[in-house]
């Protein structure tokens, strides 16, 4: 039998009739976007929602409308398009409904920025001028990141999308404010919140970014007012000092006892403030007695309300002093610190100062630092439906995936306050409520009023704040099918099957999402929440502007390959773990997308017009008995496979099934499959055989790549559509199903025996430094006479694939002279070397080799050795020396042991 060396050689009469069939080369920039086009224009994306099909839902968490494609929507995205995928091929009416956020401030600064750059801002243009001019720029640039998901395949249903400031969406964001107003559910009121002063606006507790910084704790001395004696407090924040209205101590802090009601005189000003007690006071703080400053903290607001303190503001929204700071007024805050510190001690009231580490918080969005302020907002009591939603996930409504996040979400819930809902700024749902200038009455509508109900005055003025971003998206899995009319789609899609969401926003939008949604449909919003994790750099640092470690997934798609890309991201979706995003394993991945379309061409050359009837996907095959021992085990392990891929796929283990694909279809269809088969492939002599062949074969790779189709949609359309008696698009095959009949371990475990003997057999001829053409013979012996006649039924698949002369397969035979020697699974394999290599030339050269690389490792060791060094080199580079020392000491071990081996073989 000839030898046949290369893997996917092929007969070259094929050649020609054959490329036209599938290119030469995968070209994946050619593939992706002609059969994106092809989906959509033949509705493949499309749910029915005719209640045909079970449903099956993904709400995509809205990008925002500013939004460009970064690598967390890349994972976030491709997760969800495999889900959706792979829903769809199963028999599921499966929705992925797509949309994008209004993303109120984010938006709002992308035009005020415009608008800077011409000369002009918001208030020179005026509320409507500005809104039109934002719907203008979201018209032109907004929504670029649905055409860069479109890039990345997304299977949405794009004939839904939906954009939070549409007329639907505002329709339910107004009905859910109008309702939530009529239970008492939504307030207005005094309340602290986090204000930014550049951005002139309330932000909510999440927007604000906490980070530990180097300050100051300055110790104050406030005179008692009658008498002698002072009490000392200590603030990193004197400025705030002007605001004071008591000094609050332990009640059961001894130090203070006599204290205890007595009056102080407030530094500078002088205003008499009392000493009360309350039992929020640490002892451990300071000096145990705390200033109490209700309209700039928010702990002191909170003991205010407690004592009925009023409240002074002394910083106004621009961050100045106020009237209210005396002689202060008109002052930065930041300046007034210094002022009043100078003043403080000339004073003699300072006294002392200690560095101190501030968890000072900014504005998420410009980093301003952000001022505590009290104000007039509208909120939403949560309190009922925070506890509503924690139900939800506590009796296993809503299951949190990986389960690790059900503490985090109890305790948010938990120790939740009230949201602020109003912003002070243009962009979004401006709230629906009006004041009667006539008699004060507040009135809120679904519709917008034309004259007051109580004392019919016509003169009424709207409510100028608009609602926070995230009460809109809060609405998004039933608002985005109709809410609050009863739609088919609302009946069929809510609750959704799943939310796949990064664990950033978990607060922000999906907790909320909870609390809404039981609240107005009476039923969860999803039935699971997968969070995945975050992708980081290779060295596993945040990816960020600043670090300019940031990747753009648009430059890997073109680099690579969509399919490569998105493989690799599922491959990297580790459940809790980081995704390390490594450019090296996308190149890995998109050598596996060259394999497959290699193999796939070969297949295609050796089916030469076998087309199988019924179609691929439904035909069965013959029962197995009358399959060869290498196609019953290959069927064996697809099913093996196919079971394992679903499992994960609905365990959300995107990794373990990404796993399970690479290694059946590189290791085991590509590297022993089509090689075993090749001789029954190539003989076309025995054309029943042949044909049989053939059939098992168009067999599995159909379902490989039905299986790789969710993960990989371009290539294996790109296959599929060229897959003899392959009919449709591969987006609407069916999912592959197990089926049990296949399962044969007695044809696994022979095959196993088998790849491992020709493993040895190459693993020999490796380490012997065999040359490639030399044909050996081979001796193998076995204790047992069951894996002997097995072996003797593969003694030509061992033969072509081990590259042996002569086999020899007798239980009986010794061992011959000068042989190299392995054993697998009690099958003992011998190689007579005697005339295949010259082992005095070998010896020669492996002693060469040997004494080179005993100087290297001397030499590595001195190094090593060497405490100047090790004291002065750097950790990574003394690591780096350390393993290559390890790396040279083993391949030190091996040679010597192969020179072992040689001097044995020499007697
Ligand atoms: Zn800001
Ligand atoms: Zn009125």
């Not at 980093?367 to 139900?391: G, N």
Request: aromatic residues 10%; contains cysteine.
């Amino acid at each position: 039998m000839r030898l046949r060396s290369s893997t996917l050689a092929a007969p070259s009469r094929l050649e020609t009739h054959m490329t036209e069939i599938l290119e030469k080369v995968y070209d994946p920039q050619r593939i992706e976007a002609k059969w994106y086009r092809s989906w959509e224009e033949l509705g493949l994306f499309h749910a029915r929602a005719n209640g045909a099909k079970p449903a099956y839902c993904i709400v995509i968490p809205p990008p925002n409308v500013t939004g460009s494609l970064h690598m967390g929507h890349a994972l976030n995205n491709t997760l969800q398009d495999i889900l959706i995928r792979f829903k769809r091929m199963d028999g599921f009416d499966a929705l992925w409904m797509p949309g994008t956020d209004h993303a109120g401030i984010a938006t709002q600064n992308v035009v005020e920025r415009q608008l800077a750059a011409e000369g002009a801002d918001r208030h020179t243009l005026g509320r409507e001028a500005f809104i039109e001019r934002v719907w203008q720029w979201k018209a032109a640039s907004g929504g670029h990141i649905i055409t860069q998901l479109k890039r990345l395949g997304c299977s949405c249903d794009w004939s839904r999308e939906r954009f939070t400031l549409d007329e639907g969406l505002s329709r339910a964001v107004r009905e859910v404010f109008v309702r939530l107003y009529e239970e008492g559910l939504i307030y207005k009121g005094d309340y602290i919140i986090n204000w930014c002063p550049r951005c002139q606006t309330a932000l909510a507790d999440l927007e604000v970014e906490h980070e530990p910084t180097d300050g100051h704790l300055y110790h104050i001395k406030y005179p008692l007012a009658d008498g002698d004696g002072a009490v000392t407090v200590a603030t990193t924040r004197p400025e705030t000092l002007l605001g004071d209205t008591a000094v609050a101590v332990n009640p059961a802090d001894q130090r203070y006892r006599k204290y205890h009601g007595a009056t102080l005189r407030l530094p500078v000003l002088g205003r008499p403030i009392p000493v009360i007690t309350d039992p929020y006071v640490s002892l451990e703080f300071g000096t145990g007695a705390l200033k109490i400053t209700p309209a700039h903290d928010f702990n002191d607001f909170e003991v205010a309300r407690r004592h009925n303190l009023p409240a002074v503001k002394v910083i106004d929204e621009a961050g100045l002093m106020t009237a209210e700071a005396g002689k202060y007024q008109g002052m930065d805050r930041f300046a007034c610190r210094a002022q009043i510190l100078k003043d403080l001690k000339n004073d003699g009231l300072l006294v002392k100062v200690e560095p101190y580490t501030v968890p000072v918080g900014r504005c998420y969005r410009c980093k301003t630092v952000v001022e505590p302020l009290i104000s007039q907002q509208w909120f939403v009591a949560v309190k009922t439906l925070a506890a509503a939603a924690a139900a939800a996930v506590e009796d296993g409504r809503t299951r949190l995936i990986p389960p690790n996040w059900d503490k985090s979400y109890y305790d948010w819930m938990s120790n939740i306050r009230d949201w602020c809902i109003s912003r002070q700024i243009w962009w979004g749902h401006r709230i629906p409520a009006w004041t009667c200038t006539a008699c004060g009455r507040v009135i809120v509508s679904r519709e917008d009023p034309a004259a007051c109900p109580l004392c019919e005055g016509v003169d009424l003025v709207q409510e100028t704040d608009v609602l926070d971003t995230w009460f809109s998206s809060a609405l998004w899995p039933f608002s985005t099918q109709g809410w609050p009319t009863e739609t088919p789609e609302l009946k069929l899609f809510y609750p959704t099957s799943v939310l796949v969401t990064a664990f950033d926003i978990l607060f922000f939008w999906v907790a909320r999402m909870m609390m809404m949604g039981i609240h107005f449909m009476g039923q969860v919003p999803f039935r699971e929440v997968y969070i995945h994790a975050l992708v980081r750099d290779p060295e596993g640092q945040k990816m960020s502007k600043s670090k300019g470690n940031v990747i753009d997934p648009l430059d890997l798609m073109d680099k690579y390959g969509t399919d490569a890309f998105r493989f690799s991201l599922a491959a990297f979706a580790a459940m809790g773990r980081d995704v390390r995003l490594s450019e090296e394993r996308i190149a890995g991945y998109r050598n596996f997308a060259n394999k497959i379309w290699n193999a796939c061409r070969f297949t295609f050359m050796n089916l030469e017009g076998f087309v199988p009837e019924p179609p691929v996907a439904e035909a069965d095959l013959d029962p197995y008995e009358k399959l060869t021992t290498v196609e019953a085990w290959i069927m064996s392990r697809l099913q093996q496979v196919i079971r394992e891929i679903r499992k994960s796929l609905d365990s959300y283990d995107f990794d373990q099934a990404a796993n399970v694909l690479y290694q059946f279809i590189w290791h085991e269809f590509c590297d022993w499959y089509l090689e075993l088969i090749k001789p029954q492939l190539y003989n076309k002599e025995d054309v029943a055989a042949r044909r049989h062949c053939q059939s098992v074969l168009l067999r599995v790779l159909s379902a490989i790549l039905r299986l790789l189709h969710p993960f990989t949609p371009f290539i294996t359309e790109e296959i599929w559509q060229k897959l003899p008696g392959a009919q449709g698009s591969i987006m609407v095959a069916p999912y592959p199903q197990p089926d049990p009949k296949y399962s044969n371990p007695a044809a696994e475990a022979e095959m196993n025996l088998v790849m491992g003997i020709i493993t040895a057999i190459r693993n020999i001829r490796g380490e012997m430094n065999v040359p490639p053409g030399a044909l050996v013979e081979v001796f193998l012996a076995s204790p047992e006479a069951g894996a002997v006649e097995a072996l003797n039924r593969h003694q030509q698949s061992i033969k072509i694939l081990g590259r042996i002369q002569e086999l020899h397969c007798n239980a009986a035979s010794g061992p011959p002279a000068a042989a190299a020697k392995a054993v697998v699974d009690q099958v003992e394999i011998f190689m007579p070397l005697t005339g295949i290599i010259d082992f005095k030339e070998e010896a020669r050269r492996l002693d060469r080799e040997l004494e080179k690389l005993g100087k290297e490792v001397n030499q590595a060791q001195r190094k090593m050795s060497n405490e100047d060094f090790l004291a002065k080199a750097p950790a990574e580079v003394v690591q780096k020396e350390q393993a290559k020392l390890q790396a040279q000491t083993e391949k030190l071990h091996k040679l010597k042991t192969h020179r072992e081996r040689i001097k044995e073989l020499m007697g």
